[in-house]
């Protein structure tokens, strides 16, 4: 079935609605820096170590749930819960912005992780019923360019909202779209290729028996359980883990970090932001498509998180007095991180089956929402302890070497394997 002509139509109607949903959910993941950047901390009384708390919370909601979510997806229904979820965490985005106590805003962070804990196994469960195994890592980037493309607008405009009318107005503005998006995303959206009545009988058969034939070559897997004790998972999901205490530090507090190099404006601040997440749009899109045509995933994980990770070393011995030099090291470790993501989130699908693969997707996804929290609360504490962000690149640059083993090492297990990995590639 490899040459089999799949519907072109899928890449206009599937991914368009996955990316405005996925760039909606990254709104509140990445604006809590411009606010604590903005003075949230002086606003509310925070002090520098329950500020890089509240920073982190999300990170905690969100590694609790990824697994319900992930199975509930995958035995469910995508289309359902994450309507449910696109009007939960708008409203709690919004109420971000009237919060008038320490403890109401540890509520609401922690409230938004649980609510968008569903939404990255929902997304990737939702391709991955669409499209192929040849397609994947481009499909991926298409919903995946959600992240740097909202942060990359998300910069400059909350650099202006912040300078002209405060962060109590930038978080209210950035969270009511995803309450207004709810409603298209259940009237578009359908889990499945049978449910749609935009695809003829022919293609619907054509592509349902391109994804049952993929999964004739993997090993079978009986139950959820039975995937968790995978090494494959738990290697993915320590890549993920050690690529997140990196990327995680590096998005959250990255206007800090730049404020803390120069003497900048917050608009500046903002179109600084921007570049390394143009940069990571300019780029997934084409790593994604020589992960699709080379059909080697671990490769295009290995050598970006490395350059990142020697990216962060260098900074560390460049110091603060040569701020442009910074930045653009800044700018290549940034890029470096986020172009992992596609080729990354295209291997478990291709080393499971479908059966177990969202929950396994969960799992792995949820490790990482540790170390997204573990990432972005140690990088705002070491920064906000020694007056400078040096030791938190030798953290971050740490982290991620510890990542480039883990990817190199993952092994992929055929049908003709009774062992969980098998000798071969995860290619």
């Not at 919004?94 to 609401?108: E, I, N």
């Not at 004739?216 to 890549?239: H, I, Q």
């Not at 996804?365 to 929290?373: E, P, Q």
């Not at 020694?386 to 971050?396: E, I, K, Q, R, V």
Request: net charge positive.
């Amino acid at each position: 079935m490899a040459g089999t002509a799949l519907p072109i139509k899928r890449w206009w109607i599937i991914l368009p609605v996955a990316f405005i949903t996925y760039s909606l959910a990254y709104l509140d993941r990445a604006n809590y820096g411009f606010a604590a950047a903005a003075g949230i901390d002086h606003d509310l009384g925070i002090s520098r170590a329950t500020s890089s708390l509240l920073g982190s919370l999300f990170f905690l909601g969100y590694f609790f749930f990824q697994i319900p979510g992930g199975m509930y997806a995958e035995r469910r229904s995508v289309r359902r819960l994450i309507f449910f979820s696109l009007i939960a965490w708008g409203g709690l985005a919004a109420l971000t912005g009237v919060v008038s106590s320490v403890p109401m805003l540890m509520a609401v962070r922690f409230g938004l992780g649980i609510v968008e804990a569903a939404v990255m196994p929902c997304m990737l469960v939702y391709v991955s019923n669409w499209f192929v195994k040849r397609e994947r890592s481009r499909a991926n980037t298409i919903f995946l360019l959600g992240n740097p493309a909202t942060i990359l607008w998300m910069s400059v405009v909350s650099g202006y909202l912040v300078q002209s009318w405060g962060w109590r107005a930038m978080f209210i503005a950035q969270g009511l779209p995803a309450v207004l998006w709810a409603f298209v995303w259940i009237a578009v959206v359908r889990d499945r290729p049978s449910q749609v009545n935009w695809l003829t009988s022919e293609e619907k058969t054509a592509l349902e028996n391109t994804l049952a034939d993929e999964q004739k070559d993997l090993a079978p897997v009986k139950n959820y359980r039975e995937a968790f004790k995978t090494l494959a998972v738990w290697k993915l999901a320590g890549v993920l883990f050690f690529q997140s205490l990196g990327f995680y530090g590096f998005l959250l507090w990255l206007p800090s970090i730049l404020r803390h190099g120069a003497t900048l404006s917050m608009v500046n601040t903002g179109w600084l932001s921007a570049v390394p997440y143009f940069g990571a749009v300019v780029c997934m899109l084409p790593v994604a498509w020589m992960s699709d045509r080379m059909q080697n995933r671990k490769l295009f994980v290995a050598v970006p998180l490395a350059i990142a990770a020697v990216s962060f070393f260098a900074l560390y011995f460049v110091g603060p007095a040569n701020f442009w030099l910074s930045f653009a090291l800044l700018t290549l470790a940034g890029i470096a991180m986020y172009v992992v993501f596609p080729p990354f989130f295209s291997i478990a699908p291709e080393v499971l089956p479908r059966t177990v693969a969202g929950g396994a997707l969960a799992l792995i996804n949820s490790v990482g929402a540790l170390g997204s929290f573990l990432g972005s609360y140690a990088v705002g504490y070491l920064t906000g302890l020694t007056g400078d962000p040096a030791s938190s690149y030798l953290f971050m640059g740490g982290a991620l070497i510890v990542a480039v083993a883990l990817a190199s090492s993952v092994r992929r297990a055929h049908a003709a394997s009774s062992l969980p990995l098998a000798a071969s590639s995860a290619r």
